[in-house]
Each structure stands twice: as structure tokens, then as C-alpha cells.
């Protein structure tokens, strides 16, 4: 693919090497729909490839979503359907793995609320810097799945295993104070400020010895890839969710704006 066969997705060069992508939804938060999803499988490809880039920042449009969860529509066409759940795992998976396997580094600016595919994105970045008002949350078991998507992989090596455990379970929101304090991002500061912080730090690297850079990720990945099967497993058992029952009243609440009625907790 080239830059400009992105639909969802908007590119802006620097002549340092900096690249800032912009997720582009801001009607709905930056949420993905299914046309996204894919494009964020395919991007850090081009990145990867692309010899004018060195650093790459990704941001949402506007200033209160970075990407606020899967679009409804699309959620809902998950429910009961292997066809549709098949692929949206293949491309989960890929979203992840991408990520880790782009050589140049990647920075998230985290400018407002992340949830679900966006959070991934946010979480898988190199380095992740939140805007101390935004806020993110897993969300998987409030929708009535298995936290899938990234965090298996990434959530205990960041936070701890206890903190991972916590807020995974509950889908708690956690503010950008609290996601620095406790390790789940790389630094937090005011949303006026994130997007100086965010290229500060990417003209650091872009100036810096890019073997030396690109090496190191690739040996720190080491890490997540001992993960894999933790992740291949909690991928598989989030879309066996989507076979059940729970899920189906789970996008119901979401849709109505209530606390869900889980048939599994009312038994």
C-alpha cells in the first residue's frame, strides 16, 4: 500500500524524519470501524518500508479520542458469525504483531479516551505518552468478552501482574496520572502540552543512531514474544465469546446506555 490509499488514516511528513499519523474518525471518537481495523494492520508495514521515515507518532483527530473502542456496528456483526470472527482475529493478531515487527521506533500520543483496537495501538507503541486528562480502559468484560486484543502480551510486563489483573477484570478507566504511575505508559503530561512532548521525543530519536535504536527494540521485543502464546490464547478466547451468550446483551447495554444484565451472572 502507499499513504494515500488510507482512508481512515492522515499522514503528515517532517523533514526530519518524523512521521505523524493521525487517527482520522473524529465524528465517532476516532473508533474503529472494520475499513480501520485493517488499515491499522497494514500501516506499520508502510512505515517500515518507507526510507523518508525514521520515527513514526500516532495521534487522534480532535482533541477528546485517541480511538474510542470498535464501532457498534461493527461489534455487533462479530456476534454469532465464525466467518466475521475469524477474520477479526487473523487482523488482532496482526495489529500486534506489526507493531513489534515495524524496525523503526513508534510513538503513541495519547490526547483523549482509548479503548479496545486503539488502546492496542496506544499500549504497543514503543514509547507511550497520555495526556494527563485522557482516559483509558480495556473495556473487553464490560462487552461480555475475554480481554483479547493486546493485553495479555503487554499489560503484566508493563504494570505488574497484579495492577494487569485489576483493572483487566473490573474495566476500570485509569486517568494519565495514574497510567504513569503505575508503568502502563511511558510519561503523562497536560493535553496542551502531549503533542510538544510527543515530537520532542521523536526528534530525540530521529537524531540518534537509528541501527543502535532499531536494534534495541528488537532485542527489548524479545519480551513480548515470549508472550505470544499467552496472547494467541487470550486472542482465541475472546472471540469464543463471541459465540456465547453474554455478548449479545453486552452491545445492548452499550447501545442504551446501561449497566448490562449478563445471562451468566444471573443464573
Known sequence: ????????????????????????????????????????????????????????????????????????????????????????????????????????????????????????????ADISIMAEEARITDGHVKLGVAAGDHAAICWPMLCGMAKAKYYLLTAEFISGKEAERIGLVSLCAPRAELMDKAFAVADKLAAGSQQAIRLTKRSLNGWFNQARPVFESSLAMEMLCFMGEDVAEGVAAVREKRAPKFPSANR
Not at 1 to 29: C, S, W
Not at 41 to 56: H, L, M, Q, R, S
Not at 87 to 110: F, H, R, T, W
Request: negative net charge.
Open 1 to 124: 500500500m502507499t499513504y494515500d490509499e488510507f482512508q481512515f488514516l492522515k499522514f503528515e511528513h517532517r523533514a526530519n524524519g518524523v512521521l505523524l499519523i493521525t487517527i482520522n474518525r473524529p465524528e465517532v471518537l476516532n473508533a474503529t470501524n472494520a475499513r480501520l481495523h485493517w488499515e491499522l494492520t497494514k500501516v506499520w508495514g508502510v512505515v517500515a518500508e518507507d526510507p523518508k521515515t525514521k520515527v513514526a507518532i500516532i495521534t487522534g483527530a480532535g482533541d477528546k479520542g485517541f480511538s474510542a473502542g470498535g464501532d457498534l456496528d461493527w461489534v455487533a456483526s462479530m456476534v454469532h458469525d465464525a466467518g466475521v470472527v475469524a477474520n477479526v482475529l487473523q487482523e488482532a493478531g496482526d495489529v500486534v504483531y506489526n507493531m513489534l515487527a515495524c524496525d523503526k521506533p513508534i510513538i503513541s500520543a495519547i490526547n483523549g479516551v482509548a479503548v479496545g483496537a486503539g488502546l492496542a495501538v496506544a499500549m504497543l
